[in-house]
């Protein structure tokens, strides 16, 4: 059981309840390549190894998360001294440093990566039209895993994405992992983000995605596990507009929907532990989530705004 922390979570409460809960953490943002690499030839270093360090100190797993992402990239990466846009080649140079860093750097002490993250695309595109793709097609997937295995050869390393029960998605990312294994790719896991919500993903839709990526003996890891209390899916699919967006009250409607569905989830989780090989929550309690950054207040995870457990969490963890 993992969590995505950030550094100022080791003081106080939030230190304590993350040992007591968890032997697994993630940076939720400081080990991306913006952060991290903020310039070609210089690392920062700092809010990385506060992480791992803890880490080190409390005999805890660390995932490492992302070595290769759209977003949240340096501006120099894609582009030359005067401004334009790099060849390939270079970008894949600069691509196999930063990977190479990273990973030398953390040799160890990180024991999975989250290696390319989101590369398939949400829409009508197989891939997902970043400045990735657009300069160096496909390939740079590939040469991400090739890179961060010769790097740490013992390192398991994982494709991640979101919404992986969706049908359309989910059989373009299988497509896509299948042809890179019979490529040879070093390739071990399939990240499923889990940026769930009280309406989604139903059973039906999440156990076929276990099933489908674990027929290619690939492990499964959820990564960023939450459960939105407001409809709708992460990427934009409708949500079905009963709950305004002024409303930041945690209903007891919302807690008894949001009970039921990690109450499903874990009982699949569960139903499929010897394919699952781990599952990390993205941030701490409800006192601060990513998704309070979009308008609303909201409350995705199992410990309230106080750290204390909610009722959901009992449901998960009584069984
Ligand atoms: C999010 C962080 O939680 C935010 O703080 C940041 O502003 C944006 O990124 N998918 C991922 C994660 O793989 O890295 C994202 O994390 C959430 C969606």
């Known amino acids: 059981m ?12 939030e230190a304590k309840l993350i040992l007591s809960q968890f032997n697994s953490i993630t940076a939720e943002n400081v080990m991306k390549m913006g952060p991290i690499h903020p310039i070609e030839n210089k690392f920062y270093w700092k809010d990385a190894d506060e992480i791992v360090d803890f880490a080190q100190k409390n005999k805890l797993k660390v995932r490492g998360h992302a070595l290769c992402w759209h977003a ?8 030359d001294q005067e401004g334009k846009t790099v060849s390939k080649d270079v970008l894949l140079k600069r691509l196999e440093n930063h990977i190479d860093s990273v990973v030398t ?10 290696v390319v993250n989101e590369a398939i695309d949400d829409g009508q595109n197989t891939y997902r039209k970043s400045k990735l793709y657009e300069i160096a097609g496909e390939d740079f997937i590939a040469k991400s895993f090739e890179y961060a ?3 740490d050869p013992k390192a398991v390393l994982f494709y991640n994405d979101y919404n992986t029960e969706i049908p359309a998605k989910r059989e373009k990312i299988y497509t896509m ?8 790719v070093p390739i071990h896991g399939v990240g499923l983000q889990a940026h769930w919500s009280i309406n989604s993903p139903t059973r039906e839709e999440l156990e076929k995605s276990i099933e489908m990526f674990s027929s290619l003996g690939l492990q499964i890891q959820f990564t960023e596990l ?18 305004k967006i002024e409303e930041a009250v945690f209903t007891p409607e919302m807690e008894q929907q949001q009970l039921e569905k990690y109450q499903m989830i874990f009982e699949v989780f569960r139903k499929y532990k010897k394919n699952i090989t781990g599952v990390t929550f993205w941030n701490l309690s409800d006192k601060y989530s990513w998704l309070d950054g979009r308008g609303r207040k909201n409350y995705p995870l199992l410990f309230d705004k106080e750290l204390k457990p909610k009722k959901a969490y009992n449901a998960v963890i009584n069984f």
């Open 72 to 79: 949240q990239t340096p501006r120099w990466l894609y582009v």
């Open 177 to 184: 992992l299948k042809s890179l294994l019979a490529k040879g």
């Open 105 to 114: 750097r953390y040799k160890g002490k990180i024991y999975a990566y989250d």
């Open 226 to 243: 939450d459960v939105s209390v407001y409809a709708g899916r992460q990427g934009g699919q409708l949500s079905n507009g009963s709950r």
């Open 149 to 151: 295995h010769k790097a």
């Open 2 to 13: 993992g969590v995505a922390v950030r550094p100022q979570d080791f003081k106080g409460e």
